[in-house]
């Protein structure tokens, strides 16, 4: 049977080959690694990453990102951060909503009320 070629979501870009066997689905190594090659990501073992965590936040701040694997299964992603582009966005988005609200008097409250 031809091998067949699938798109992951949300994880790098670019096909994966997927071979069928016996009703089950695999992604060969060599298939995989090329992947992670194309994606600029490095995979890195759970037990290196512990080993050189130092050497990898560095690798992270210069914008390299990582897959860290268990027994030869990537389990995470080492990436860095947007730099707070998403939390600027959302500020943003709260602060239009409050702004367009109507003011509402709902009357004083007690401090129980308020907890409660």
Same mark, same amino acid.
């Given at each position: 049977?031809?091998? $067949?070629?699938?798109?992951?979501?949300?994880? /790098?870009?670019?096909?994966?080959?997927?071979? #069928?066997? =016996?009703?089950? %689905?695999? *992604?060969?190594?060599?298939?995989?690694?090329?992947?992670?090659?194309?994606?600029?990501?490095?995979?890195?073992?759970?037990?290196?990453?512990?080993?050189?965590?130092? $050497?990898?936040?560095?690798?992270?701040?210069? /914008?390299?990102?990582?897959?860290?694997?268990? #027994?030869? =299964?990537?389990? %995470?992603? *080492?990436?860095?951060?947007?730099?707070?582009?998403?939390?600027?966005?959302?500020?943003?988005?709260?602060?239009?909503?409050?702004?367009?609200?109507?003011?509402?008097?709902?009357?004083?409250?007690?401090?129980?009320?308020?907890?409660?």
């Amino acid at each position: 049977m031809d091998p $067949e070629w699938v798109t992951p979501g949300g994880f /790098g870009s670019g096909p994966l080959k997927l071979v #069928h066997y =016996r009703g089950f %689905a695999f *992604i060969p190594q060599s298939s995989y690694n090329n992947y992670i090659k194309n994606t600029m990501q490095k995979v890195i073992s759970a037990a290196e990453a512990n080993r050189k965590f130092s $050497e990898v936040l560095r690798g992270v701040r210069e /914008g390299q990102s990582y897959v860290v694997t268990s #027994h030869g =299964r990537p389990v %995470a992603r *080492i990436e860095p951060l947007n730099d707070g582009h998403d939390a600027d966005r959302a500020r943003g988005a709260l602060l239009r909503r409050l702004r367009l609200q109507k003011a509402i008097d709902i009357g004083p409250w007690t401090r129980d009320e308020l907890y409660d």
